[in-house]
Structures are given as C-alpha cells and as structure tokens.
C-alpha cells in the first residue's frame, strides 16, 4: 500500500487486540471443535479457552515480532501495549488481581512450550506446534491430534492476517 494510515503504537494493539478476539475467540473455538465433532462442556470449555487464548496471544507476538524485526523498540511498544490491553480485558472477565502473576507465569510457560514445540520438527514445525496447542487446548486423545493440523493451518494464516494489517498502517511512537 502505497499511503499508509499514521497510528500510535497503542492504537495497533487496540487493532491486535480486535484481530485476536476474531481469530481466537470463543466462537472460533466452538467452530473449529464443532467442525472436528468434539464436545466441551463446563470446566473443559473453559480450560480449552484459556488455553486458546493463549495460542492466540503467541500467535500475535510471533507476528509482530516477524514484521519488527529490524526494530526492537517498536515490537516492543507494540507488544506491551498489546499485552496491557489483554491483561486489562481479562481483568474486565473476572481474573482477579491476585492471580494476574499467575495468568501472566502460564501465559510464559506455554510461549516456551511452543517455542519448543517448532525445534524438533525443522521440516514441519507447524504440525509439531499445532500438536502442543491442541493438547494444551483439548488434552489428550484423538480430538488434540484431529485438531493439530487446525491449529499448524490457523497460526499460519493468523501471523500472514497480523503481517497485513502492518501494511495498512505506519507505526509512530
């Protein structure tokens, strides 16, 4: 795009912020396990949401550290107001202060699950990253493997989705 919209840092996160809660909401979720005829209720539905939420969060980091990547200071400004926003919106769901330290330690622990997971698959780390979602997302068995590939295809069209919304706009701080 020739003439790119002018935007703070703040205001692209409110953007991936928005880009989040349509990829990786819970109607998403419900969709994609509809489609594999998998059935969550009660406490695995609200399990399986955090846990997706979380993919989606790695999701959005991973791509605007991929388009920042010449300028840490920028990924960062990004990535801190967008983490800001989301801790402020799970907060606004009920997540009490008290165990925002603890949110934010398994928010980490399951970026470095991740991060693993594409290390020993050089050939495919899709299929080996969708695997550690889907378990994460829908423990063990049949529906984590069927949902695997799902999960590989979505981050991949998710982070192409987080790379064009920065050829809208020009970040300034």
């Not at 979380?54 to 200071?73: K, L, P």
């Not at 980490?108 to 695997?131: H, I, T, V, W």
Request: aromatic share 12%.
């Amino acid at each position: 795009m020739l003439f790119r919209k002018r935007t703070s840092a703040a205001d692209f996160a409110d953007r991936l912020i928005q880009l989040h809660a349509t990829l990786f909401g819970r109607d998403t979720l419900l969709s994609f396990a509809d489609k594999l005829h998998i059935t969550l209720k009660d406490q695995e539905l609200a399990t399986a949401f955090s846990e997706w939420l979380f993919f989606g969060a790695y999701v959005i980091r991973q791509g605007v550290s991929a388009r920042c990547r010449e300028n840490g200071a920028l990924r960062d400004a990004i990535l801190d107001a967008f983490f800001d926003k989301m801790y402020g919106g799970l907060r606004k769901a009920g997540v009490k202060e008290s165990d925002m330290p603890h949110v934010e330690d398994c928010i980490r622990a399951r970026f470095r699950d991740y991060e693993g997971a594409q290390l020993p698959s050089p050939s495919d780390p899709m299929f080996g990253l969708g695997l550690v979602a889907s378990g994460l997302v829908f423990g063990e068995g049949a529906a984590a493997v069927e949902f695997a590939t799902v999960a590989g295809l979505h981050y991949v069209d998710s982070v192409e989705r987080v790379k064009r919304l920065f050829d809208d706009y020009r970040i300034t701080n």
